[in-house]
T-cell receptor, first 116, second 115 residues
């Protein structure tokens, strides 16, 4: 396994359109996270899955955002009716639950969204 | 809740000069501390981490950081930077939140190495 992969790497869309991003975590990792990163900011937490259960959602995740991890493996993040303010890098990360759980995250290369 | 402050948004430094990137954190519980590096249009990559034990932690690419509990700091240092170190550096702190280690990132410091 080569790491966390995200698709697509870049997406340009018009305001009002729906977009979906996919994340494939490291295969043995049962925890998966979505972050959003805008220019000049650090990654901001959006949501967290343990296996297929979505255990935490940030207040940043408006009703237009939905994330799923149906079989506890890959995850999708969908944004409906995109707005220009949604333009950002969407980062996926994974980690392995364990006795020595430190919070170390393994990131994908991100999906950059541009809303025109 | 925990927070991370990176006071320097940009740090220019000449090649082969030393550099220090500052990070201060606040937390009411024990934490783990991390530095991640992000190259343009890429995700974040772990540089180093402090979990316990020796307060001086060595990471990849010649970087090191020192955990100072009394000053709640975790500054990143490199004695001699290279052009390839030009990137954005994020300090992060994790603390237990509902059964998992929740990560909080700083706003990042852009290191620009000048030839």
């Amino acid at each position: 396994d080569t790491g966390v992969s995200q698709d697509p790497r870049h997406k340009i869309t018009k305001r009002g359109q729906n977009v979906t991003f996919r994340c494939d975590p490291i295969s043995e990792h049962n925890r998966l996270y979505w972050y959003r990163q805008t220019l000049g900011q650090g990654p901001e937490f959006l949501t967290y899955f343990q296996n297929e259960a979505q255990l935490e959602k940030s207040r940043l995740l408006s009703d237009r955002f939905s994330a799923e991890r149906p079989k506890g493996s890959f995850s999708t993040l969908e944004i409906q009716r995109t707005e220009q303010g949604d333009s950002a890098m969407y980062l996926c990360a994974s980690s392995l639950e364990g006795i020595q759980d430190t919070g170390e995250l393994f990131f994908g290369e991100g999906s950059r969204l541009t809303v025109l | 809740a925990q927070s991370v402050t990176q006071l320097d948004s940009q740090v220019p430094v000449f090649e082969e000069a030393p550099v220090e990137l500052r990070c201060n954190y606040s937390s009411s519980v024990s934490v783990y501390l991390f530095w991640y590096v992000q190259y343009p249009n890429q995700g974040l990559q772990l540089l180093l981490k402090y979990l316990s034990g020796s307060t001086l932690v060595k990471g990849i690419n010649g970087f090191e950081a020192e955990f100072n509990k009394s000053q709640t700091s975790f500054h990143l240092r490199k004695p001699s930077v290279h052009i390839s170190d030009t990137a954005e550096y994020f300090c992060a702190v994790t603390a237990n939140s509902g059964g998992y280690q929740k990560v909080t990132f700083g706003t990042g410091t852009k290191l620009q190495v000048i030839p």
